[in-house]
T-cell receptor, first 112, second 111 residues
Framework: KAGVTQTPRYLIKTRGQQVTLSCSPISGHRSVSWYQQTPGQGLQFLFEYFSETQRNKGNFPGRFSGRQFSNSRSEMNVSTLELGDSALYLC???????????FGPGTRLLVL | QQQVKQSPQSLIVQKGGISIINCAYENTAFDYFPWYQQFPGKGPALLIAIRPDVSEKKEGRFTISFNKSAKQFSLHIMDSQPGDSATYFCAASFTGNQFYFGTGTSLTVIP
């Protein structure tokens, strides 16, 4: 069974631009969560989508948004990029509640 | 507020030694406690997980010890190997809710 895939793997943007990241979960998984990982900060939870609905949301500004499609694929959008948005963005999927999460390889975003 | 506190931040162990990483949590509603291993350039991968109805779970050289009354759980890596050098994250969640992660422990196993 294919794992979680994320595209693109690397991205360079400039301040003020916007970016869209994509995540394809493992087949049959209905939940997709997004995390931001920076050195020293660990994994910061952004949001979780379950069956196309945002179920949980972390403490990030409204510039960070996401959505989930009927095939469970998810996208995350960051508008008006700031230098501090440079990070590894990880997507994780799980079949449902009380199931473990499986992470993708991440998208490394560099904002110049 | 940090829901899951992890220590130490970094750990250096000799090959063959025991690596111990500790985590503490506050929310007694948590009912699932996984540990993840992350190598540079990769996403975290599930290592081992435990639910609060058991006090210990062992998988190969990896053991989770769980103390419900103290709200603590720990990862023990027996016979540590250089290939175990990675960053380890503990996490906690409960049904319908997000996962809360510790800040990570960078483990270095010296040959």
């Amino acid at each position: 069974k294919a794992g979680v895939t994320q595209t693109p793997r690397y991205l360079i943007k400039t301040r003020g631009q916007q970016v869209t990241l994509s995540c394809s979960p493992i087949s049959g998984h209905r939940s997709v969560s997004w995390y931001q990982q920076t050195p020293g900060q660990g994994l910061q939870f952004l949001f979780e989508y379950f069956s196309e609905t945002q179920r949980n949301k972390g403490n990030f500004p409204g510039r960070f948004s996401g959505r989930q499609f009927s095939n469970s694929r998810s996208e995350m959008n960051v508008s008006t990029l700031e230098l501090g948005d440079s990070a590894l963005y990880l997507c994780a999927s799980r079949r449902g509640d009380q199931e473990t999460q499986y992470f993708g390889p991440g998208t490394r975003l560099l904002v110049l | 507020q940090q829901q899951v506190k992890q220590s130490p931040q970094s750990l250096i162990v000799q090959k063959g030694g025991i690596s111990i990483i500790n985590c503490a949590y506050e929310n007694t509603a948590f009912d699932y406690f996984p540990w993840y291993q992350q190598f540079p350039g990769k996403g975290p991968a599930l290592l081992i997980a435990i639910r609060p109805d058991v006090s210990e779970k062992k998988e190969g050289r990896f053991t989770i010890s769980f103390n419900k009354s103290a709200k603590q759980f720990s990862l023990h890596i027996m016979d540590s190997q250089p290939g175990d050098s990675a960053t380890y994250f503990c996490a906690a969640s409960f049904t319908g809710n997000q996962f809360y992660f510790g800040t990570g422990t960078s483990l270095t196993v010296i040959p």
